[in-house]
């Protein structure tokens, strides 16, 4: 199994750029989120999906879309880059069932000048 | 809603010296209980997890936690560090039945050689 796998590794943006971070897992997971890592703040949750065609938002969901049309794929959309989005993002991906363990991806460091 | 708060920023530890990474949460039901390791250049990884049975849990590397449900605190210990050690540590807690995982902002450990 590979895991949770995510492209880019690395990506710079200029402001007003759209680009989609790409998610997936091969380990038949119903649920994945994504969250973004920020210093002094841990990791917050911006999106996540409790299985293919269900999404809903977590706690920072401006400016990011997500989808979920399989249960393998869960893409984050930038619609129109910020500085305030530079940061460091994470999907990770859990089953349903307890204790919900959360495998992490290996994240995408995001720079938007 | 729920909060998780980790009560040292950074830590600087030398080798051999022992550790204790403070870990509390708001939430007062029935609780899923992590510690997360982030090494330089690495993405997340279990360092280990309570779900129930034995408050004292042993995680990898030497490291163990133990749940005390009256103070709602998950401190992780390590008897002697070792410079490999040197990484991010990050705690988390969901609700029994319930995939939503909230994280405290990390402590970053730097242990001196």
């Known amino acids: 199994n590979a895991g949770v796998t995510q492209t880019p590794k690395f990506q710079v943006l200029k402001t007003g750029q759209s680009m989609t971070l790409q998610c997936a897992q091969d380990m038949n997971h119903e649920y994945m989120s994504w969250y973004r890592q920020d210093p002094g703040m841990g990791l917050r949750l911006i999106h996540y999906?409790?299985?293919?065609?269900?999404?809903d938002q977590g706690e920072v969901p401006n400016g990011y879309n997500v989808s979920r049309s399989t249960t393998e794929d869960f893409p984050l959309r930038l619609l129109s880059a910020a500085p305030s989005q530079t940061s460091v993002y994470f999907c990770?991906?859990?089953?349903?069932?307890?204790?919900?363990?959360?495998?992490f991806g290996p994240g995408t460091r995001l720079t938007v000048t | 809603a729920q909060s998780v708060s980790q009560h040292n920023h950074h830590v600087i530890l030398s080798e051999a010296a022992s550790l204790e990474l403070g870990c509390n949460y708001s939430?007062?039901?029935?609780?899923?209980l992590f510690w997360y390791v982030q090494y330089p250049g690495q993405h997340l990884q279990l360092l280990l997890k309570?779900?129930?049975?034995?408050?004292l849990v042993k995680g990898i590397k030497g490291f163990e936690a133990e749940f005390i449900k009256s103070k709602f605190s998950f401190n992780l210990r390590k008897p002697s560090v070792q410079w490999s050690d040197t990484a991010e540590y990050v705690c988390a807690v969901n609700p029994y039945n319930n995939n939503d995982m909230r994280f405290g902002a990390g402590t970053r450990l730097t242990v001196k050689p």
């Open positions: 999906s409790v299985g293919a065609g269900i999404t």
């Open positions: 990770a991906s859990s089953s349903s069932r307890p204790p919900y363990r959360q495998y």
């Open positions: 939430y007062g039901g029935t609780v899923n």
């Open positions: 309570y779900f129930s049975g034995d408050p």
